[in-house]
Nanobody
């Protein structure tokens, strides 16, 4: 089991930057998948960026603007968001996928609001 706590959201102007943090309650070194999803009003939750089994995946809409990174010593994953656009406005959720009995069990943080507006 793992608890996830996000921080770093807020209000930013278009073109600005934010860095989100996700602190896990246990070591993230061996977690199968760890990263970020987002959900805008009226839309489904979708992948932003994630480490999965040695690879890194980005949504096309954020590639080149957002960077995911991790600090295993601090059990923390980060999302650096640059050149933010109004369409990046959403609740951002930290996700961890843990291998469990032949499958993957999903864990989610409580979410942090990111609003991009002038």
């Amino acid at each position: 089991q793992v608890q996830l706590v996000e921080s770093g959201g807020g209000l930013v102007q278009p073109g600005g930057s934010l860095r989100l943090s996700c602190a896990a309650s246990r070591s993230i070194f061996s977690i199968y998948a760890m990263g970020w999803y987002r959900q805008a009003p009226g839309k489904q939750r979708s992948l932003v960026a994630e480490f999965t089994s040695g690879s890194t995946n980005y949504a096309d809409s954020v590639r080149g603007r957002f960077t995911i990174s991790r600090d295993n010593a601090k059990n923390t994953v980060y999302l650096q968001m640059n050149s933010l656009k109004p369409e990046d406005t959403a609740v951002y959720y930290c996700h961890a996928g843990v291998l469990d009995d032949g499958g993957v069990k999903d864990y989610w943080g409580q979410g942090t609001q990111v609003t991009v507006s002038s």
